[in-house]
Each structure stands twice: as structure tokens, then as C-alpha cells.
């Protein structure tokens, strides 16, 4: 299955450009999860266009750039993920927030997001129902509430939600990097296989 991934947007300062940049371990992570990954491009004029011809059968968004709202300096990459997680919903497509994806879709719902401190650490707890995880927290916003349309799956001890998903299941979202953890967890492909399915 092909997938529409988001990119981070970096300014070089020696030539003032303006770059999209996806890390190579998301390509590699999603090909053991039998996924093809399909950078998009932070341009909301040619998002459209993209979609018709790329066609994809879920959404991720990646982290790195906080939301415009929260001070962040991408609103071209606010714009374009908004707009896919619209595409995703009006078509009930599988969607996977990271990190600051996570954070988009708090947003769409009008979950209020604050800072928070002692979140950016190569290892913490994450308490879900079933047992605690030991994984990396790259991010200065979260949020410690929900709403009916999110249902919250793990938190850290601080009471900050670190997982969710849309009752249905078609939403997931999560506060850690998947990707940054080598060799990968086991269970983080087997998330990505229950999200989006496996590869025939």
C-alpha cells in the first residue's frame, strides 16, 4: 500500500531555502511494514493534484515543526496536513499522527494544547491498559485532556496523552518516534500493520 507522508520544512540560513525533509528511516520502517512511502510535498496549491494521481490508501503525518498556533514557522505544512487529515476523514482513510501529527489531529478536535516539561528524554513510560512501554519523547506541547471523538490509549506519569485513537479506529495517533528507535520495536510495526493493513 502506498502512503501519503508529510515532511518536516527546514530554512537554510546560508540559502534561505525553504526545504521539505523526511528522515530516511520512515522509508525503511514502512517497508518492513510492507509500505511505500510517498513524500507530499508542503504546498497547499498542489496538494490536490498530488493526491488524484498518487491515489494512497492512508495518511501519515511525521513530526518535527511545532503547529503555527503554538509558534511554529511552517503554516505552508499546517495548511497541507490539515487538508489531508480533511481527505483522510472524507474518506475513511487510515491515519497515523506522530508527534506533532498527533498533535494536528488534538487540534482538529479542539484538544487544547500546552507546553510541558521534561518531555524531550531518549527513554520514558508509557502507561497503557494492557502494560507499560519504554520509548523516546521528542516534543515541548502536549496535552492532558480529550474529547469524545479521541479516545485516549496511553499516558505518561505526568498525566500528558501519549496515544490515541478515534473510536472507530481509523485515527491513531502517538508522542513518539518509531522511526528513531533502531532496530525497530516489533509492536510498532505490528501497529502499523493493524493501522493500515497488511501487505498482500
Given at each position: ?48 493534484a ?11 503525518l ?10 511554529g ?9 490539515s ?39 531518549p ?8 502494560g ?69
Amino acid at each position: 500500500m502506498k502512503i501519503a507522508v508529510t515532511q518536516r520544512v527546514i530554512t537554510d540560513p546560508n540559502t534561505h531555502e525553504r526545504r521539505d525533509a523526511l528522515d530516511q528511516r520512515w522509508s525503511a520502517l514502512l517497508a518492513q511494514a510492507g509500505l511505500i512511502a510517498l513524500p507530499v510535498p508542503n504546498n497547499p496549491s498542489l496538494l490536490e493534484a498530488f493526491l488524484a494521481e498518487t491515489q494512497p490508501g492512508g495518511i501519515l503525518l511525521t513530526g518535527g515543526n511545532d503547529l503555527a498556533a503554538l509558534g511554529g514557522d511552517a503554516p505552508e505544512r499546517d495548511a497541507v496536513e490539515s487538508a489531508l487529515l480533511r481527505y483522510a476523514l472524507d474518506r475513511d482513510l487510515p491515519l497515523l499522527g506522530v508527534c506533532r501529527g498527533m498533535q494536528m489531529i488534538q487540534a482538529h478536535y479542539g484538544v487544547p494544547l500546552k507546553r510541558v516539561q521534561g518531555h524531550v528524554c531518549p527513554r520514558q513510560t508509557i502507561r497503557f491498559a494492557d502494560g507499560d512501554i519504554t520509548v523516546n519523547s521528542f516534543h515541548n506541547f502536549g496535552a492532558t485532556e480529550t474529547v469524545a471523538a479521541l479516545l485516549v490509549t496511553g499516558s505518561a506519569e505526568d498525566g500528558v496523552i501519549k496515544a490515541i485513537r478515534s473510536p472507530r479506529g481509523r485515527l491513531h495517533g502517538i508522542m513518539w518516534h518509531p522511526e528513531r528507535i533502531e532496530p525497530p520495536r516489533p509492536e510498532d510495526i505490528a501497529l502499523l500493520h493493524d493501522i493500515y493493513g497488511r501487505a498482500p
